[in-house]
């Protein structure tokens, strides 16, 4: 019995951000609704110019910043929210279609929706017989597989 698995062909740097210096990792949740394959990126504090999502060659790719709302003249006195380009890289099973992907930015989540490519979908295949309408010499039917 084969199952879709539309993340079959992730490779495991796509699967998590890499993180150097203070990048910091862009939370996803992922699953099959019908068919399409959904998205849930965590952005939060971003603003949405800022955003760019684009699929070249088979890979999705998010890019975000977020700056300082620190003024001039003001001393930090802590600071944990990571600032910057944040980037999260997916390498798309070819079963589906990047080409008609589409994005939503609602309360700091970004939501991509990827179709399953038409190919990819399960479909009916005919079942055709032949039989002959002559009978054999033996006065049976032939019926051909």
């Known amino acids: ?48 110019a800022s955003l760019d999502v684009t699929v070249d060659q ?3 790719t998010v890019k975000a910043e977020r700056h300082s709302e620190v003024g001039e003249g003001n001393r930090v006195l802590v600071s944990e929210r990571p600032q910057g380009t944040f980037t999260r890289r997916l390498r798309l ?16 989540v970004l939501t991509i ?4 490519a038409e190919q990819a979908k399960p479909h009916r295949v005919e079942i055709t017989t032949t039989t002959s309408s002559q ?11």
């Not at 929706?113 to 399953?116: A, E, L, R």
């Open 113 to 116: 929706t990827v179709p399953v």
């Open 58 to 60: 088979g890979t999705l």
């Open 1 to 48: 019995m084969l199952y879709f698995d539309p993340f079959r062909d992730f490779t495991p740097s796509a699967r998590s951000l890499t993180v150097t210096g203070r990048r910091p990792s862009v939370p996803m949740d992922a699953y099959r609704q019908g068919d399409q394959v959904v998205l849930s990126l965590d952005l939060p504090g971003i603003d949405p």
């Open 93 to 108: 099973s070819d079963a589906l279609d990047g080409d008609r992907a589409e994005a939503r930015y609602d309360n700091g």
């Open 135 to 145: 009978p054999e010499a033996n006065g049976s039917e032939a019926v051909a597989a």
